[in-house]
DNA sequence: CGGGAGATTGAGCCCCGTCAAAAACAGTGG
DNA sequence: CCACTGTTTTTGACGGGGCTCAATCTCCCG
């Protein structure tokens, strides 16, 4: 068996989403924009979907619980992301404010113009989560780590650093580990000169490269 | 933090699938059975997305694969399941027929009138993917092994007996496990009353609500 | 400076992966 | 129907990566 081509970059779909999201901003701007302080949910699983919801600034963790407490975050959204749209018009999930943000929302309506933007937005999510996936089932924790790292700084757009809006506890409910390992494994790249930590919530990406081949 | 409803259960997201899978069959139905043998390809990653498709009988595994071999299957699809959209016309994955499989296919045209149908689609497999992403980062063997099986019995519609048409490499490499973990659960499972195997691809489940339960 | 939440580090253990062998199964041809 | 062969699955022994529990440290804000 052979790898017949090379998936798309996350620099590239970084593109597309970027260039979808601009294409049905123009909708959102008449929205006005609310606030939501870090921790503030704004929706709970089981909740009717009526509203799309597109980030202004901030971050917004998706998520779901296991009845005894353990938790799963399915996606991180940045300024720009869309997201909220439901098939069955119920909530599957949680979304929560991660650091304080600012979010643009509009009712659905099931056959608007942008129906079609919308569209190409589950599916770049869809193909987002199905390579998730990969990161879950199969890579261990620095690689799980060194993944997190280069997507959120091709989101971000600089190769040189990111800062991270979110907590320790939040990566590792992201990425299946918990917060010792990852703690660890940010120590142990901090050690071999890959990263710096300049502070906790920003990372310096000293030997991009490095990074980038952990991710296979 | 307390959890503000139940999710949708797997019967009523294969109600719901069922439901949809059969109001865009008109249209595939006009289209001719393609038969792709076990194991066969139907499309690669990196390939041109042109085309929808929808099981007819059998079942296909949409995988993805590390430099070193190490492959995730994101999904499997059974008969009535639609599979292949892409938003920007690449295929982000593989897919393979796991057994004797039976496909109809279609050009899909950007804006055609099933487009609608086409996104409600997308949406149901972004829930599962994301619900999957719970198994993969957050549950353990045993769990994963049941939830596998709670949802291949619902949608199949058949609490008391499944089939599975796929081995258990294809199994292990869905559930982010290895085959003998695969197998060790399955003898554990069996040894506990809780399953019988007839034979090495069919299931029965003898105390069904003690599957579930293991599925928090 | 003091208090508290979040992050780091350490020690020990367990689940699951790895390696290896045996068993069950599926074809194939006689 | 059975013997032969290759594949898949099961079972066992063992080791290691990551989890658990616990202590220490760092960073904020008063």
């Known amino acids: 068996m052979t790898i017949h081509a090379r998936s798309l970059g996350h620099a590239d779909r970084f593109r597309a989403h970027q260039a979808l999201s601009h294409a049905i901003l123009p909708a959102a701007e008449a929205q006005p924009v609310a606030f939501y302080p870090a921790g503030s949910e704004i929706y709970a699983q089981?909740?009717?979907?009526?509203?799309?919801?597109?980030?202004?600034?901030?971050?917004?963790?998706?998520?779901?619980?296991?009845?005894?407490?353990?938790?799963?975050?399915?996606?991180?959204?940045?300024?720009?992301d869309v997201f909220g749209f439901e098939a069955d018009g119920t909530?599957?999930?949680?979304?929560?404010?991660?650091?304080?943000?600012g979010i643009h929302a509009w009712r659905h309506a099931a056959n608007a113009p942008e129906?079609?933007?919308?569209?190409?937005?589950?599916?770049?999510?869809?193909?987002?989560?199905?390579?998730?996936?990969?990161?879950l089932g199969r890579q261990n924790a620095a690689e799980r780590?060194?993944?997190?790292?280069?997507?959120?700084?091709?989101?971000?757009?600089?190769?040189?650093s990111v800062d991270l809006p979110m907590s320790r506890t939040d990566i590792a409910d992201y990425l299946g580990l918990t917060i010792e390992t990852v703690s660890r494994v940010f120590s142990r790249l901090k050690q071999d000169g890959i990263i710096r930590l300049p502070s906790l919530r920003s990372v310096e990406m000293v030997k991009w490269s490095a990074l980038r081949d952990m991710t296979s």
Chains 1, 2 share one sequence.
Do not use: N, P, W
């Open 145 to 160: 780590v060194a993944a997190f790292l280069v997507d959120m700084a091709e989101r971000q757009g600089d190769t040189r």
């Open 91 to 101: 909530h599957h999930f949680f979304a929560e404010a991660v650091d304080a943000t």
């Open 46 to 80: 089981g909740e009717a979907a009526r509203k799309l919801y597109q980030v202004a600034f901030g971050c917004v963790r998706i998520y779901r619980m296991l009845a005894d407490g353990r938790r799963q975050i399915a996606a991180f959204h940045l300024a720009g």
């Open 115 to 135: 129906s079609q933007d919308v569209l190409q937005l589950a599916l770049l999510g869809l193909v987002r989560a199905q390579e998730h996936m990969l990161v």
